[in-house]
């Protein structure tokens, strides 16, 4: 999905990267076609290390994203395994709130 998102820029209601980033191939400048993401909302959360995404990568796609106009947080969760926090999945939640328009809403 982030590489698709790189790819087809347009302003998204937001992207969560839960482990990933934009494909095995360096982030380029030129990846994308015309347009930007004109402030599309990216979180991008990953461990280091981890063995199947670096934490380099990760900051490249950041770096990339941020060029075609995202608005990007990337979270560096070190020590910690290839899986998820409690945290990245309530940053996920405000994310798709936001894009709902019911900002600040989250239940427990």
């Known amino acids: 999905m982030t590489e698709y998102v790189a790819r087809y820029p347009q302003r998204y209601a937001g992207l969560i990267g839960f482990l990933w980033a934009v494909s095995s191939a ?33 900051q490249e796609s ?22 998820i926090t409690r945290e990245e999945i309530e940053i996920a939640k405000q994310i798709i709130l936001e894009a709902i328009g019911r900002k600040g809403v989250a239940s427990k």
């Open 26 to 58: 360096p982030p380029d400048a030129n990846l994308s076609r015309a347009g930007d993401l004109v402030g599309t909302p990216v979180f991008f959360g990953s461990g280091d290390p981890d063995p199947h995404v670096p934490w380099e990568r990760v």
């Open 62 to 83: 950041a770096n990339v994203l941020t060029r075609m106009g995202a608005v990007v947080t990337a979270k560096r969760y070190e020590g910690r395994p290839h899986t």
